[in-house]
């Protein structure tokens, strides 16, 4: 902590962070709809009123606390990718999807409030909390593809192939983050991306289990399809199993 800070900012950014750790009991304990601020206020010896000091409502609350749970994330992915040399990109590609998975099997609440959670006003710009710890987030993946596509040039479709409503869209979106990838490489980006999460979703919240009972096996064989639709090398260590 800066030790500039007086007794009395010290003694608020304590408390904005006894506020956070209860709100995620509650939500590990209720799921997001139990996180109010009554009980949380009565936890760290505060009332209710003065609560709203830090938080002005539910959702400003919710919006730090999906912030620090978006950090946690990136940051387990992050130190998995480290691990290994920059010029490993299977490996590096394997064990960051690998870190997501497993951060959201360990903690289902905290993967359902950033991931499928509605937070304040749909129809109101992105918070600029969020926008920075979801650009760091997706950085993560979007920094490996790009690295990947440099390495090696894998089978695209060309641009005039694509519909045009997803052109549209395609080159909008990278004229924005400045990606600097073919359209079509962009297309097969959100497709990996949709098939992970789309299979982790699945499988965090249970809607797997009338078929499997180890989803394992499953998210294996969709690694080593993804990695050869990249162009990479499938190795046998690769398999958690």
Request: glycine letters at 6%; one cysteine or more; proline letters at 5%.
């Amino acid at each position: 902590m800066n030790s500039s800070l007086t007794r009395r900012e010290v003694n608020r950014e304590t408390n904005l962070v006894d506020i956070r750790q209860r709100a995620r009991e509650l939500l590990v304990a209720e799921g997001p709809a139990g996180v109010t601020l009554r009980p949380i206020a009565r936890a760290i010896g505060l009332t209710a009123p003065a609560l709203y000091r830090y938080y002005a409502s539910r959702e400003d609350l919710l919006l730090d606390l999906i912030a620090d749970l978006y950090d946690e994330l990136t940051t387990s992915m992050e130190r998995a990718r480290d691990e290994l040399a920059r010029d490993d990109l299977t490996g590096r590609f394997i064990v960051v999807t690998r870190a997501f998975r497993r951060w959201a099997r360990a903690h289902p609440r905290e993967f359902e409030l950033v991931f499928a959670t509605p937070v304040g006003d749909p129809g109101a710009p992105k918070d600029d909390r969020l926008e920075g710890c979801g650009q760091r987030f997706g950085g993560v993946f979007q920094g490996l593809f790009v690295e990947l596509w440099m390495h090696q040039q894998f089978p695209v479709v060309a641009d005039e192939q694509l519909d045009p409503r997803l052109r549209r869209q395609l080159r909008q979106w990278a004229a924005d983050n400045d990606i600097p990838l073919p359209l079509g490489a962009l297309d097969v980006f959100l497709t990996c991306w949709v098939r992970l999460y789309g299979l982790i979703s699945l499988e965090v919240f249970g809607h797997l289990s009338f078929a499997l009972t180890d989803v394992e096996p499953m998210f294996d064989a969709m690694l080593s399809e993804l990695a050869q639709r990249l162009g990479l090398s499938w190795r046998a260590e690769f398999s958690a199993g």
